[in-house]
């Protein structure tokens, strides 16, 4: 079956331009999760979706980021007024809760700010 | 607070050799689940390898086995018979029951030598 979908693969923005990346979960998938690579470093938490749920927000670094996810499927993150610091590959995952809580990963949004 | 740490930044192993990837976390949870995932040079991650923090056997697949050291908080990954398609970042990575975090280590670059 298809797996976890992001768009765009790559993006190039200028500073201070707005961002919206896209993630389409595993169908079914009740949990989902945004992360944040920089170069050379490991997964850094921002959001967790569960359900109808109020989100999990704890992992985002500033106001600048946000995301929602409408009808417990389709994700988006924004990133208003982009910084240079906010350049890295963007990870989206989704879950079946209860399953051992494995995630599956899409193929990341690789975004670049100059 | 939840803490990973993979203290091997790079490794190297001939092909068909054994290598030992190492993890240690922290953390105040009697439940949880430990993982190992790879990041091919294409981006994808995917999972390696699971473990429940309450069963005492070590998990494994295939080629690919844990060390599970609960009162150490230790979670080590051998990978055995290394092929070439092993050539991946590997990341550690711990959720506490509950499930709404995941929290990762910054990764072992790993090259499998022909």
């Known amino acids: 079956g298809a797996g976890v979908s992001q768009s765009p693969s790559n993006k190039v923005t200028e500073k201070g331009k707005d961002v919206e990346l896209r993630c389409d979960p595993i169908?079914?998938?009740?949990?989902l999760y945004w992360y944040r690579q920089s170069l050379g470093q490991g997964l850094e938490f921002l959001i967790y979706?569960?359900?109808?749920?109020?989100?999990?927000k704890s992992g985002l670094p500033s106001d600048r980021f946000s995301a929602e996810r409408t009808g417990g499927s389709v994700s988006t993150l924004t990133i208003q007024r982009t910084q240079q610091e906010d350049s890295a590959v963007y990870l989206c995952?989704?879950?079946?809760?209860?399953?051992?809580?494995?995630?599956?990963f899409g193929p990341g949004t690789r975004l670049t700010v100059t | 607070a939840q803490t990973v740490t993979q203290s091997q930044p790079e490794m190297s192993v001939q092909e068909a050799e054994t290598v030992t990837l190492s993890c240690t976390y922290d953390?105040?949870?009697?439940?949880?689940?430990l993982f190992w995932y790879k990041q091919p040079p294409s981006r994808q991650m995917i999972l390696v390898i699971r473990?429940?923090?309450?069963?005492?056997q070590n998990a494994t697949e295939n080629r690919f086995s844990v060390n599970f050291q609960k009162a150490a908080k230790s979670f080590s990954l051998k990978i055995s018979d290394s092929q070439l398609g092993d050539t991946a970042m590997y990341f550690c990575?711990?959720?506490?029951?509950?499930?709404?975090?995941?929290?990762f280590g910054t990764g072992t670059s790993l090259t499998v030598i022909p």
């Open positions: 169908s079914g998938h009740t949990a």
């Open positions: 979706f569960q359900g109808n749920s109020a989100p999990d």
């Open positions: 953390t105040s949870e009697s439940n949880y689940y």
């Open positions: 995952a989704s879950s079946l809760m209860g399953q051992g809580y494995e995630q599956y």
């Open positions: 473990q429940e923090a309450y069963k005492q």
């Open positions: 990575a711990f959720t506490p029951n509950t499930g709404n975090q995941f929290y």
